[in-house]
């Protein structure tokens, strides 16, 4: 029997793309499913229903919202902090200075609080596994637009350690994985052929990964009880490249 059957984890951002192949993951080996989601509630509900999880809608930027959902799930073994504002979905006539805030506050600030309020349970529990997932963007020198999304997945990289030093006197582990490209529906269906095809011609292996493999890696990182505070990086050889 999987050493994961009746622990609980929470996915932020399980409705779609990534997170959602990760909700399917921990399910086959048994798992309790917590799909949060903020905006996408069919869907969210179309995931936990297949796998037998449970849906929570809560902005993980609203620290309230984000104690609620973790007293409402009880106990929380596993953490994968996923969810983030897509740097493509930004608002016509939002200043520079609302968007950063925007940015950080999703993709920051959310996975610190969901950490936080984590950690406290794992602790207790002497047992947990924290899975942060970053960007090949947490390395590469970033354009205006993606500025401030880079910004935020290198500082979790710094979230991820701190976890892990907190974490480790209770068994808690706390560990990155920085996907390269991943063949999301939202992806393929944003990237016209051409688009899609310099994307691929910038990655050594010359492919994307699909979410599946993605969310198996997620799960390779959880498994292991002596790595923390490392960061997996997944990408191709993206980063290979000068
Ligand atoms: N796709 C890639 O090529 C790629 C590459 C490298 C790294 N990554 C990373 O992989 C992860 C998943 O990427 P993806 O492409 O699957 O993302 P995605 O399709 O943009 O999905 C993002 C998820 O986050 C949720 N979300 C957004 N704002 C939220 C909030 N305030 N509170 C709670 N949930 C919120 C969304 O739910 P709602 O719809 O309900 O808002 C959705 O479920 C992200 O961390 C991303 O940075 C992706």
């Known amino acids: 029997m999987s050493e994961f059957q009746g622990k609980t984890v929470l996915v932020t951002g399980g409705s779609r793309g990534l997170g959602e192949a990760v909700c399917r993951r921990f399910a086959a080996e048994g798992c309790r499913v917590i799909v949060n989601y903020a905006h996408g509630r069919e869907a969210a509900e179309r995931v936990a229903s297949q796998i037998g999880g449970e849906a929570y809608g809560c902005d993980i930027a609203d620290e309230h919202a984000v104690e ?37 506050a999703v993709n920051l600030k959310g996975s610190y609080l969901c950490g936080k309020f984590a950690l406290e349970r794992m602790k207790a529990a002497n047992w947990g596994r924290m899975v942060h997932i970053s960007s090949v963007w947490a390395y590469w020198p970033a354009n205006e637009r993606m500025l401030s999304y880079a910004a935020a997945k290198s500082a979790m990289h710094a979230l ?10 209770y ?67 993206a980063c290979l490249l000068p």
């Open 160 to 169: 991820s350690r701190g976890f892990a030093s907190q974490g480790a006197p």
């Open 68 to 104: 609620a959902m973790f007293d409402a799930a009880g106990q929380v073994d596993i953490l994968v902090n996923n969810a983030r504002i897509d740097p493509y979905k930004r608002t016509a006539g939002m200043s520079d200075g609302d968007w950063w805030d925007a940015v950080m």
């Open 171 to 237: 068994g808690v582990t706390s560990n990155v994985l920085a996907p390269g490209l991943i063949l999301t529906d939202l992806l393929t269906s944003r990237l016209t052929p051409e688009m899609l095809e310099k994307e691929l011609n910038g990655i050594p292996l010359r492919r994307g990964a699909t979410p599946d493999e993605v969310a198996d890696s997620v799960f390779r990182v959880a498994e292991s009880g002596f790595m923390t505070g490392e960061i997996v990086n997944l990408n191709g050889g």
